[in-house]
């Protein structure tokens, strides 16, 4: 191609008639074409937009026409960066800019007269990536970045209002660079994470762009700093820490981690603006109420690295009571072990995060359950809690149902007792007002906490309960203070989940019946 035709390509206003709403999108390239962006911007902040998606091979800018285009090194990195920006809308110099893929497979330029700058660009870019040197012109609110900075970020959680897993934050902070290490924990009373990307630039992309941004609309706000530390080690790979350039790694006494897939068919935020004006969050794609309380469809492929199938997408929003009523206290449990689930068993599971009123094991469906918890509140944080545990052998889910009550059958009709009303049971742990048990709320651990033990019932006694429950004791004590209440550590967050459900309300003689909880401690 010689440069007049080259030029001509370009100037014959090709990619202007796809605005004009007469022809469908180009099909995905590498080549972007960017629109509207101011005409004093500079070819550096053009490629920075490409930066946190992957390397950027070439530019051309058309400053004439506020045009530009930017070629990735590959489709799927052009592919990330439209799925990114389409619906949270970039800026260059606070003007929204438009990206959408060019009809060019490459761009040409090399005849091109004026391409020097955008080379000097390009070079001084790659240079920063591979070296660590100042980037002229990026956008940064802390100036440039620095020789030696960490790439190890520091990640609070404010307004933890749905969980937020590890494989939530992989996904997000992924779309700026390889992420080598996360480590995730609970300090002050906030859920924190340690990040390492392969990178101290993509750590500075990363808390450029996302810090102060929300993960689900209105809430989970993450805050971003640098870490101190300029590498993570991790030990486990579970769902608390994960070393993502070692999959040989233990688990840990952590539950395994969900499988990859199934994390992202599961809690993978679509990132997608909010409801309302100004503030884009990184809304759920399931059975979240929006702040606004507007329905908010998965777009598909908005997943990034982890940009699953539309059919998968379309797949997930087909998930019966995903369009979960917001303030509703009935949750939809799914995935259940039908053989050795029972109402009993999920009515003492989930009276661990509130009461519970009602329990339904679907009559034709076996593995789904509706549970009617006290209040909305309680609903919420069984969800948060539970969803994503093993209970018998299989990944538990909770979701918010579109049920607002759980329905007690008619007189005569079949049931096989699959139907049971608690809302009158002596077991509710909160229906006292300010009861302390508001304060022991905890996420379940391999750690059980024991109480209401009389005098007469030894250690041994209780380790062969909890032996003969099929449970591997690890470890045991008294607290020294109060003999009435014990510390249990098992094998495993199941086999605790379990015990829980087996022997909570236990009858060990002289009027007490054995209490127990997840503990926070371990021993």
Do not use: W
């Not at 500075?204 to 080690?233: E, M, P, W």
């Amino acid at each position: 191609m010689n440069s007049s035709t080259s030029a001509g390509v370009y100037a014959n206003g090709n990619d202007n008639k796809k605005f004009k709403g007469d022809r469908p999108p180009c099909s995905p390239s590498r080549v972007l074409h960017l629109r509207k962006i101011p005409c004093d911007v500079t070819e550096a902040e053009v490629i920075s937009l490409g930066l946190p998606f992957g390397k950027v091979t070439n530019l051309l800018m058309l400053k004439g026409k506020s045009q530009a285009f930017l070629e990735m090194a590959s489709e799927e990195a052009a592919v990330t960066m439209v799925n990114y920006y389409t619906p949270v809308t970039p800026h260059l110099r606070s003007q929204p800019v438009y990206i959408q893929y060019s009809n060019h497979r490459e761009l040409k330029t090399d005849n091109l007269p004026n391409q020097a700058r955008a080379q000097a660009a390009l070079q001084a870019v790659s240079a920063v990536q591979s070296g660590n040197l100042a980037l002229p012109g990026a956008p940064s609110s802390e100036g440039t970045v620095l020789p030696g900075q960490s790439p190890v970020l520091r990640i609070i959680i404010e307004n933890l209002f749905y969980p937020v897993t590890l494989e939530v934050l992989h996904q997000i902070f992924s779309k700026f660079g390889t992420v080598l290490k996360i480590i995730t924990f609970t300090k002050n009373n906030q859920f924190q994470a340690l990040l390492q990307f392969a990178d101290p630039v993509n750590a500075h992309y990363a808390k450029v762009a996302l810090d102060g941004q929300n993960i689900y609309n209105a809430c989970c706000t993450l805050r971003i700093d640098f870490s101190k530390l300029t590498s993570l080690n991790v030990k486990y790979n579970n769902d608390k820490s994960r070393d993502f350039t070692r999959l040989d790694l233990p688990t840990g006494d952590g539950q395994p981690s969900l499988e990859p897939p199934m994390a992202a068919a599961f809690g993978a935020p679509g990132i997608i603006s909010s409801p309302y004006a100004g503030a884009a969050g990184f809304a759920p794609a399931i059975g979240f109420p929006q702040a606004a309380g507007l329905s908010v469809p998965a777009v598909p492929g908005a997943l990034g690295p982890l940009t699953l199938t539309s059919s998968a997408v379309a797949g997930r929003m087909a998930i019966p009571g995903a369009s979960g009523i917001p303030g509703n206290s009935v949750l939809l449990v799914t995935n259940l072990n039908p053989d050795l689930i029972t109402p009993h068993g999920l009515f003492i599971l989930f009276g661990v995060y509130g009461d519970v009123h009602r329990v339904k094991i679907m009559f034709n469906k076996k593995e789904n359950a509706l549970v009617q918890m006290a209040d909305a509140n309680q609903a919420q944080l069984a969800m948060n809690h539970l969803s994503g545990q093993r209970l018998y052998g299989k990944v538990l889910r909770a979701t918010l149902s579109k049920h607002q009550a759980v329905q007690l059958p008619r007189e005569g009709q079949e049931d096989q007792g699959l139907t049971k009303d608690f809302s009158n049971s002596p077991l509710h742990r909160f229906k006292k007002p300010g009861s302390k048990n508001f304060q022991n709320i905890f996420p379940p651990s391999a750690t059980l906490h024991l109480s209401n033990i009389p005098p007469s019932v030894t250690m041994d006694d209780l380790k062969n309960l909890f032996t003969e429950a099929g449970c591997s004791v690890k470890a045991f004590k008294f607290f020294q203070k109060d003999r009435k209440m014990a510390l249990i550590q098992l094998g495993s967050v199941e086999e605790a989940i379990q015990a829980l459900i087996e022997l909570h309300n236990h009858d060990l003689g002289e009027n007490h019946h054995l209490r127990v909880s997840f503990s926070k401690s371990t021993i």
